[in-house]
């Protein structure tokens, strides 16, 4: 049942009320005059936020007043509503209920306050009768219960004619004053609560009035001191507005547990020394996309009891179903089948634009491993590496896991024959807000394809064509389908340029507006160009001003409004046939863009490359901060210098607890974790039989805009590290979302490989890759491996991995072998030694459908990466 459609027979045991207009029941004590305001944004000034409604239309806010339409028809009065969740309760205490309703022509309503969830309970009720002319009610009531989650529900369904129902000065007040808000930060030393890679930077921020350095000692778990220093003083941080001080401990190195550094006569948390430390949150970061998942049941088995539910947005009652979604009116003249993809963050909307940028960082992800040395091959990202339920198809599972968005995503182009054929629907979400908790198949709102854009057809494009490359090897009917949908709707989008998304279209989802699409049109042009190797869109991206242009925003390098940095990584980073000079040009744009971010890292006291200035500190931030450092990632792959590499690792200790609120924004990870995140389906807070976010979810952040009502009643004024709350009801701190995990799960599985973060040792081998003849359908490769060390090698094993669908046929002077695109050579008996300065040749005939074959990046000779001509 809908939480928001009720039976009323409990309304008989409803305190008793006195409303403007009734007759009076027993006196209840009067509420004084200053009694405190329990109502968010009840004159609605604010807009419409944070009230929700369903089964009602678009709530709209029409001269000071909450408007909305009901359809007429409605069975139940229940059956439509308009509520806030949160309203605080304290049991015993005195509370004045009141608001202004009028209804054209004029319908019952009934406000209710009650337990969000079941099994409903009512703790007081008003009802009225509503006319064209506004009415004012009010009713004051002894709450029977504690509750600082109660919800206010005005149902406002049942009449047999449609109406148009308004509400002004909504108020309920008394009880007590929320106490000021103060932050549990724990110790005043901050360290990153689940440790540090033994051969990796190692550092701490301390809390201190102390001006002069400060004796440390780090100790470990039976508490014998193994290590001391003195800390370097900072001053006053500006992003948290703190006397701080930074510890670098790094030189120690001992693998162990229980670690804890002690500073000033404080104790940090506790925290490992270990290579092993990411393993397990590179599984659980890519397991919240299973958790995230609509249109199949999700199986407990595989991710925990408490994670178990049915399928959602299939059409089984009370779903209406996204098997066959209409359009908006005036859009379009068909429905479609877009079931399945990932809901996007807390609601239950699927927006192509953040589904782009979150299929590409996992697809990102595993492409990763085809080039960068320390990804050994993608052994840790293969088949049965995770808990879905394609594992054992002999497909990677982090593919599988994208492929789901990706059917979704190829669903909601627009069908040959129809106006804009071949552009994506923008996004597709309920028509109203719905209110928290509600689990998807729970949803009874009517849900609605949104018209077209050029953002969400680029974003298809992009995404589609690096499915077709990546997805060669293991379906070559799905990476064609990939592949058709990618080149039709870039054709689609260089048709219709400039429709984009409207920023007033907002109610029951996100709007994802953009109205600049020169970066989507870059980005897909890259990706295509990289896939196919077609002239045409090696024209594109090489006309566009970003191609040359510095595309990493400090603030962010990149997000799904600014997607051109996309675009450079990949063509830095996947083979590709560009002239070296111009390789080589790109490649320095990422490294001199690393560097930057290593300087702002290096210039923060709790050492994330993020500027310390409020602008800095926004929506979803801690994505910002994940992305920049997936740019020092990826510079450390190009160019393997250990900076950039270290710089990756210590951006994740902000992320971990190395920050002013001293909390893990990771649920499951740290000591003090955030476990609280919006999102209507792990709804604890507000609901103890449901479950927290699956661990591995990450909090958007700090954030100084405080877009919703209750941070901001409890923020106003913050500096912008402590800008963020651990609340279910903050969703502009603390919503989780699919494009934030996917930067969690790339920059995861980088440190994951990375293992002790050993010194990387100089190249002792080159090759030689030579391709000397190609026809259609085939090629012809010839390998030169050379020892360019100082000790012969005795038995060799090379590797690297085709850019796309290219298979082995044919093979001599070596074992050959071939897995997805990995290729493995291994000698034969007779060429088994190479002596320092000797080299082995070995060649190969491979067969491919066509698209570009070009030299691989990364070729190793016994797991060491080899320079490459």
């Known amino acids: 049942m809908s939480p928001y459609r009720r039976r009323l027979t409990a309304l008989a045991a409803a305190t008793t009320l006195v409303m403007a207009g009734a007759t009076a029941g027993p006196a209840h004590a009067a509420v004084p005059p200053d009694a405190p305001e329990q109502i968010r944004n009840g004159d ?76 409903y309970t009512t703790y007081a009720s008003a009802n009225a009768t509503a006319t064209a002319t506004a009415r004012h009610v009010d009713t004051t009531f002894t709450a029977p219960a504690d509750n600082p989650s109660a919800q206010l529900i005005f149902q406002v369904g049942g009449s047999p004619q449609a109406q148009t129902i308004c509400l002004g ?31 990796g930077p190692k ?59 002690v500073v000033d006569g404080e104790t940090s948390h506790p925290f490992d020394i270990s290579g092993t430390l990411y393993d397990r949150l590179r599984a659980d970061s890519l397991q919240f996309f299973y958790a995230q998942r609509s249109g199949t049941a999700i199986d407990g088995n595989l991710i925990g009891a408490q994670y178990a539910r049915p399928a959602g947005h299939l059409g089984v009652a009370p779903n209406r179903g996204d098997t066959t979604v209409p359009c908006q009116a005036g859009v379009c003249d068909y429905s479609l089948d877009v079931r399945g993809g990932w809901y996007d963050a807390g609601d239950h909307g699927k927006y192509v634009v953040n589904g782009g940028i979150a299929t590409y960082q996992l697809l990102s992800a595993f492409e990763r491993t085809k080039t960068a040395e ?63 908790p509600l689990a998807p198949q729970d949803d009874p709102e009517p849900r609605e394809l949104h018209p077209p854009s050029t953002a969400a057809t680029l974003n298809l494009a992009a995404v589609a064509a690096q499915c077709a490359r990546l997805f060669a090897p293991y379906d070559a009917a799905f990476a064609a389908r990939c592949g058709t949908a990618a080149k039709t709707a870039y054709a689609a989008a260089k048709a219709h340029p400039a429709i984009y998304a409207s920023a007033a279209d907002g109610n029951g989802g996100g709007a994802y507006d953009d109205t600049n699409v020169t970066d989507e049109f870059y980005w897909a042009a890259v990706e295509l160009w990289l896939t196919t190797g077609e002239q045409a869109y090696l024209t594109d991206l090489t006309a566009s001003p970003l191609h040359t242009a510095d595309v990493f925003d400090a603030g962010g390098a990149f997000g799904w409004q600014s997607v051109a940095a996309l675009g450079r ?52 931030g801690n994505s910002n901060i994940i ?13 393997r ?56 979810s990450l909090a958007g952040g700090a954030n100084s805009g405080l877009q919703d009502p209750y941070a901001a009643s409890l923020l106003t004024g913050c500096q912008p590290m402590f800008c963020y709350v651990d609340d279910i009801n903050s969703y502009a701190t603390n919503e989780v979302a699919i494009n934030w995990n996917s930067a969690l799960a790339w920059l995861a599985s980088f440190l994951a490989d990375q293992g002790d973060a050993a010194a990387v040792p100089a ?8 391709t000397h003849g190609s026809w259609p359908g085939g090629f012809n490769t010839q390998v030169t491996v050379r020892n360019t060390g100082k000790s012969a090698l005795n038995g060799w094993t090379v590797r690297w991995a085709f850019a796309g669908d290219q298979k082995v046929s044919d093979h001599w002077s070596a074992k050959l072998s071939q897995s997805g695109a990995t290729v493995t050579a291994t000698n034969e008996s007779w060429n088994a030694t190479i002596a320092p300065g000797a080299e082995i040749t070995f060649g190969l005939i491979g067969s491919t459908s066509g698209g570009p074959n070009p030299t691989p990046t990364l070729i190793t000779l016994n797991n060491k990466a080899c320079t490459i001509s």
């Open 44 to 119: 609605f000034s604010a807009g419409t936020s944070p009230w929700f409604s369903y089964g009602t239309g678009e709530l709209r806010v029409v001269d000071g007043r909450l408007c909305t339409t009901v359809p007429g028809g409605l069975a139940n009065l229940w059956d439509a509503g308009i509520g806030q969740d949160a309203v605080p309760l304290i049991a015993g205490a005195e509370y004045e209920l009141s608001f202004d309703v009028s209804a054209t022509p004029g319908t019952a309503i009934t406000a209710v306050l009650q337990l969000g969830h079941d099994p």
């Open 169 to 199: 000065n909504v108020s309920l007040r008394g009880g007590e004053a929320a106490a000021p808000y103060e932050p549990n930060t724990g110790p005043r030393v901050r360290v990153n609560q689940v440790g540090y890679l033994p051969g």
């Open 203 to 261: 550092n701490a921020t301390v809390v201190t009035d102390a001006t002069d350095p400060l004796p440390w000692q780090l100790k470990s778990a039976a508490g014998t001191v193994v290590a001391s220093g003195r800390s370097t003083p900072r001053g006053v941080d500006p992003a948290s507005g703190q006397n701080v001080q930074t510890v670098d401990f790094s030189s120690f190195r001992t693998p162990g547990t229980g670690y804890t550094l």
């Open 374 to 436: 320390t990804a050994a091959g993608g052994a840790a990202l293969g088949d049965a590496t995770l808990r879905v339920p394609e594992r054992g198809n002999r497909v990677p599972d982090i593919l599988d896991e994208a492929r789901w968005e990706l059917e979704f995503l190829l669903r909601m182009q627009v069908p040959a024959g129809k106006p804009l054929a071949g552009m994506a629907h923008h996004k597709i979400h309920d028509r109203n807000w719905t209110g928290l």
């Open 569 to 620: 990584l990949d063509l830095a980073t996947v083979p590709n046939a560009l002239p070296a000079a111009e390789r080589a040009r790109i490649r320095a744009s990422v490294a001199a863009a690393a560097d930057r971010y290593l300087a702002t890292l290096r210039g923060q006291a709790y050492g994330l490359p993020l500027s310390g200035d409020a602008n800095s500190y926004v929506w979803g």
């Open 627 to 639: 992305n920049n450092a997936v740019v020092l990632a990826t510079a450390f792959d190009l160019t």
């Open 641 to 696: 210098d250990a900076k950039y590499r270290d710089g990756a690792v210590q951006s994740a200790d902000y992320l971990l607890g190395r920050n002013a609120l001293n909390i893990s924004y990771v649920t499951g990870w740290g000591t003090h974790a955030a476990q609280n995140q919006h999102t209507r389906i792990f709804a604890h807070q507000l609901n103890p039989d449901l479950p927290h976010p699956p661990a591995g």
């Open 763 to 770: 190249p002792t081998c080159a090759v030689t890759y030579t």
